[in-house]
């Protein structure tokens, strides 16, 4: 499965990349007697006339006769002129997997033999080559590393896959801290996901936390969500590191819009004559009561305030407490209510003049 993803991943992200350097590398400027003497010349030369074309519904690359000769001249006058050996690898008679594998001897920094190459080794199934040729192009292109990867994650239902990917991920590759911020959004590759993370416990990673901590809620894996959660944050000491939705995750609509300051701390806007949501956060519930406190700086204008709870689940999703925000205020939660809410906060600024502006500090949901 993942050699058919790769070949059609890297077909589609292969074309692009040759013709920005087709047109980059063009030798048009340098003199005729220049380009007979230079082989690097000439080689740019062969690289600038190469074609892109769809074959199927594929990128496909070409390279005409005259092309493919003067690729070859300039190959004889410098043998280490990579770039002519990549377009000798487009004729379709020649033995590509040979002459790229010598390109690549020549210069490990050439990105389209590298691609190239990679791409002869999917058409092989030879997944055993392509994970440490990911590797040596990531490290070359850290820039490519997320289209690789785009690929390799295509390939959580393939045990065998899985397996190689896990011994290679091991060794830390270069591509790997890209490859576990990529989450599945998919319940059963989730799982694959997180059982795979566990096994290898890679380092930590604020991205990738904030990444998975997202997929785990919108999932409603939430026990899980708020596990992650303590984790990251007794692995950082950084205190601008924010994992929403367990901490706040702002709106920045045109009309209403949050600015988080600090963890607790958010500047809130809204425009004159309009309303909506600004702020939410997941909440973990037990029955019993409960105080919502918060302190507040008008900056400007005027409007109203307001702090809701509503179920996280799907299905019950209405609000079911809502409360201005002015200091505290009591909640109750009743036995049989869902264990985990979602803490909501809106603005109206309906009856002001002004556009609302406004600090808010500390707003807490408390077990009391």
Same mark, same amino acid.
């Given at each position: 499965?993942?050699?058919?993803?790769?070949?059609?991943?890297?077909?589609?992200?292969?074309?692009?990349?040759?013709?920005?350097?087709? =047109?980059?590398?063009?030798?048009?400027?340098?003199?005729?007697?220049?380009? &007979?003497?230079?082989?690097?010349?000439?080689?740019?030369?062969?690289?600038?006339?190469?074609?892109?074309?769809?074959?199927?519904?594929?990128?496909?690359?070409?390279?005409?006769?005259?092309?493919? @000769?003067?690729?070859?001249?300039?190959?004889?006058?410098? #043998?280490?002129?990579?770039? %002519?050996?990549?377009?000798?690898?487009?004729?379709?008679?020649? /033995?590509? =997997?040979?002459?790229?594998? *010598?390109?690549?001897?020549?210069?490990?920094?050439?990105?389209?033999?590298?691609?190239?190459?990679?791409?002869? @080794?999917?058409?092989?199934?030879?997944?055993?080559?392509?994970?440490?040729?990911?590797?040596?192009?990531?490290?070359?292109?850290?820039?490519?590393?997320?289209?690789?990867?785009?690929?390799?994650? !295509?390939?959580?239902?393939?045990?065998?896959?899985?397996?190689?990917? @896990?011994?290679?991920?091991?060794?830390?590759?270069?591509?790997?801290?890209?490859?576990?911020? &990529?989450?599945?959004?998919?319940?059963?590759?989730?799982?694959?996901?997180? %059982?795979?993370?566990?096994?290898?416990?890679?380092?930590?990673?604020?991205?990738? !936390?904030?990444?998975?901590?997202?997929?785990?809620?919108?999932?409603?894996?939430?026990? @899980?969500?708020?596990?992650?959660?303590?984790?990251? &944050?007794?692995?950082?000491?950084? #205190?601008?590191?924010?994992?929403?939705?367990?901490?706040?995750?702002?709106?920045?609509?045109?009309?209403?819009?949050?600015?988080?300051?600090?963890?607790?701390?958010?500047?809130?806007?809204?425009?004159?004559? $309009?309303?909506?949501?600004? $702020?939410?956060?997941?909440?973990?519930?037990? #029955?019993?009561?409960?105080?919502?406190?918060?302190?507040?700086?008008?900056? /400007?204008?005027?409007?109203?305030? /307001? *702090?809701?709870?509503?179920?996280?689940?799907?299905?019950?999703?209405?609000?079911?407490?809502?409360? !201005?925000?002015?200091?505290?205020?009591?909640?109750?939660? #009743?036995?049989?209510?869902?264990?985990?809410?979602?803490?909501?906060?809106?603005?109206?600024?309906?009856?002001?003049?002004?556009?609302?502006?406004?600090?808010?500090?500390?707003?807490?949901?408390?077990?009391?």
């Amino acid at each position: 499965m993942i050699s058919r993803l790769f070949l059609a991943g890297l077909a589609i992200a292969l074309a692009p990349i040759v013709a920005i350097h087709a =047109h980059a590398s063009s030798a048009a400027s340098a003199s005729d007697w220049a380009v &007979r003497l230079n082989g690097f010349q000439l080689a740019e030369q062969a690289l600038s006339a190469i074609r892109t074309s769809e074959e199927g519904g594929q990128a496909a690359i070409q390279a005409d006769k005259d092309t493919l @000769e003067k690729a070859r001249v300039a190959f004889s006058k410098e #043998p280490f002129a990579s770039d %002519a050996l990549f377009v000798l690898s487009l004729d379709r008679g020649a /033995q590509q =997997h040979a002459v790229l594998s *010598a390109a690549r001897q020549l210069d490990k920094r050439n990105r389209l033999t590298g691609l190239a190459l990679l791409q002869a @080794e999917v058409a092989q199934n030879n997944l055993e080559r392509v994970l440490p040729l990911v590797d040596q192009l990531s490290r070359v292109e850290p820039d490519l590393a997320p289209q690789f990867v785009s690929v390799l994650s !295509e390939s959580w239902s393939d045990a065998g896959s899985l397996s190689l990917l @896990e011994q290679a991920l091991r060794d830390e590759p270069s591509w790997a801290t890209a490859f576990w911020r &990529r989450i599945p959004r998919d319940e059963a590759s989730l799982e694959r996901y997180a %059982a795979l993370r566990e096994r290898l416990s890679p380092p930590s990673d604020p991205q990738t !936390e904030r990444n998975l901590l997202s997929a785990f809620v919108e999932t409603g894996r939430f026990p @899980e969500a708020f596990e992650l959660y303590e984790q990251a &944050r007794s692995a950082t000491d950084n #205190p601008d590191e924010f994992y929403p939705p367990i901490d706040w995750r702002v709106s920045e609509t045109r009309d209403v819009r949050a600015r988080l300051i600090s963890t607790d701390t958010m500047d809130v806007f809204v425009k004159s004559n $309009a309303s909506g949501e600004f $702020a939410r956060k997941l909440v973990a519930l037990s #029955p019993g009561d409960y105080r919502i406190s918060s302190e507040i700086s008008v900056k /400007q204008g005027n409007g109203t305030l /307001q *702090a809701k709870l509503a179920c996280a689940s799907s299905d019950t999703g209405s609000n079911w407490f809502a409360t !201005e925000l002015s200091g505290d205020a009591r909640v109750t939660v #009743p036995q049989n209510t869902c264990p985990y809410a979602w803490l909501i906060l809106e603005a109206s600024a309906w009856e002001s003049s002004l556009d609302l502006e406004a600090i808010i500090e500390g707003v807490e949901l408390t077990s009391i």
